[in-house]
């Protein structure tokens, strides 16, 4: 089987930096994609990862490591509008290149 | 503007009946993926498919049924076998390769069961 895992909930300060971190266990790994949805919204994609390192895309980055089947999102300079769920999810042979997606992580961003 | 649009917003079934939930895009995108969400939790992947014409069972596939006989539409049924049906329901379509891009999400239907 496969599983995804991250944390449920993470709190931090308006224009601090937080990191959200998925772990996965899969087989046929093809990449890594995160997903922001806010509530009652749709998902929106932010980013994916097929090799290892880090990729920078304004004031989001994520980095992924196969070896350790370990990523992790980057919030840089939160803002209030960064309140939302995010969701890692697992591109794989095994269900046909549709993505798997972990139960997601609800950031909450304090004044 | 290219998009995914899903219809009805909200959606109330009886026990016992059928709904089916439309899912339109307008994107040109071969591949197409249908989602339940619960409260707090993921997303589900139900149904996908890759090309017209043909689709494959997700994860949670029993109780469901789809077709894809346009590229631009995707309908999934809630047959009455579905035992927990009331849930939010996502979805997608994407590029196949084109991971970069990612999905596009349509904005859901809320399906309940009274």
């Known amino acids: 089987g496969q599983s995804l895992e991250q944390p449920s909930e993470v709190t931090a300060v308006e224009g601090a930096i937080v990191q959200i971190n998925c772990t996965y266990q899969t087989s046929g790994f093809y990449g890594l994609s995160w997903y922001q949805q806010h509530d009652g919204g749709a998902p929106t994609f932010l980013s994916y990862?097929?090799?290892?390192g880090l990729e920078e895309t304004g004031r989001f980055s994520s980095f992924l490591s196969r070896s350790d089947s370990y990523g992790y999102l980057l919030l840089q300079e939160l803002q209030m509008k960064d309140s939302a769920s995010y969701f890692c999810?697992?591109?794989?042979?095994?269900?046909?290149?549709?993505?798997?997606f972990g139960k997601g992580t609800s950031l909450l961003v304090t004044p | 503007d290219g998009g995914i649009t899903q219809s009805p917003k909200y959606l109330f079934r009886k026990e016992g009946q059928n709904v089916t939930l439309s899912c339109e895009q307008n994107?040109?995108?071969?591949?197409m993926y249908w989602y339940r969400q619960d409260p707090g939790q993921g997303l589900r992947l139900i149904y996908y498919?890759?090309?017209?014409?043909?689709?494959q069972k997700g994860d949670i596939a029993e109780g469901y049924s789809v077709s894809r006989e346009k590229k631009e539409s995707f309908p999934l049924t809630v047959t009455s076998a579905q035992k927990n049906p009331t849930a939010f329901y996502l979805c997608a379509s994407s590029i196949p390769g084109q991971e970069r891009i990612g999905y596009t999400f349509g904005s859901g239907t809320r399906l309940t069961v009274v």
């Open positions: 990862n097929a090799l290892d």
């Open positions: 498919s890759q090309i017209v014409n043909d689709f």
């Open positions: 999810a697992v591109l794989n042979s095994n269900s046909g290149y549709a993505l798997n």
């Open positions: 994107l040109n995108h071969d591949a």
